[in-house]
C-alpha cells in the first residue's frame, strides 16, 4: 500500500528507538478515508476465505478491524484487556503481554461470541514480538473456530513476531513491513 507508506513517512514518529506513532491517521486521529482502504485491502487479500467473524483487541485494532468487516458483512469481536482471569465458564482467558506498556495483561472474549462454526480472520495495527496475536490465536484454539489467518496493517519486521506467527504455518498479510527505524529512518522492507 503505497499512500500507507507515504503516510507513514510523512507523518508517523519513532519513540523510544522502536515504537512508531502513529497517532495523527490511526492511533488517535483516525484518517477515516485511507483505514476504508486498509480494511478493502485486507479484504482484498483474504477474499477467498470463508470468514465468518473478525477478532482483534481493544483499542487500537478495533478501527482496522470494522473497515475490513465491512467488506466481509461480518461482525467484529474485540478482545477486552483486565489485570485478573475471570471465571472459566463465561469467558476464554488467555495471559499476554503488552509490547507498549510492558507489562502483563489478560485477555479476554465471552464465550457467547465465538464458537466451533466460527472460521476467524484476526487483525490489529501492529505485529511486534506477536503476544497480542498469539493470544488471540490461542483464544481461537479454546474456542475450537478455524483460523482464516492474521491481516496487520504495520509490522515491524525486526521484531519476532512475524517470524514466529510465519513459522507456524499460519497465513500472516501485513500492509506494510517495516525493516529498520534506527535513528528515526524508517525504512521498509519491500
Ligand atoms: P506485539 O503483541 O506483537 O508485541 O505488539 C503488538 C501490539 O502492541 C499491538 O496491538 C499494538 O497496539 C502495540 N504495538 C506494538 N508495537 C507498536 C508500535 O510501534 N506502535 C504502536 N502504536 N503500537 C504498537
Known sequence: MD???KR???DARVMDKDILKVDSFLNHQIDVKL???MGLELHRRFAGEPVTKILTIESSGISVACATAMNFHVPVIFAKKGSSRKSDDEVFSVNA???TKQEPYVMNVSRKYIGNKDHILIIDDFLANGEAALAMLEIVRMAGATLA???IVIEK???KG???IRDKGIRLETLVSIQSMENGR???RD
Open 186 to 188: 524508517i525504512i521498509f
Open 3 to 5: 499512500n500507507l507508506k
Open 157 to 159: 519486521a525486526f521484531q
Open 8 to 10: 507513514i513517512l510523512e
Open 162 to 164: 512475524g517470524k514466529a
Open 149 to 151: 489467518g492474521i491481516g
Open 35 to 37: 483505514l476504508v482502504e
Open 97 to 99: 503481554y503488552s509490547y
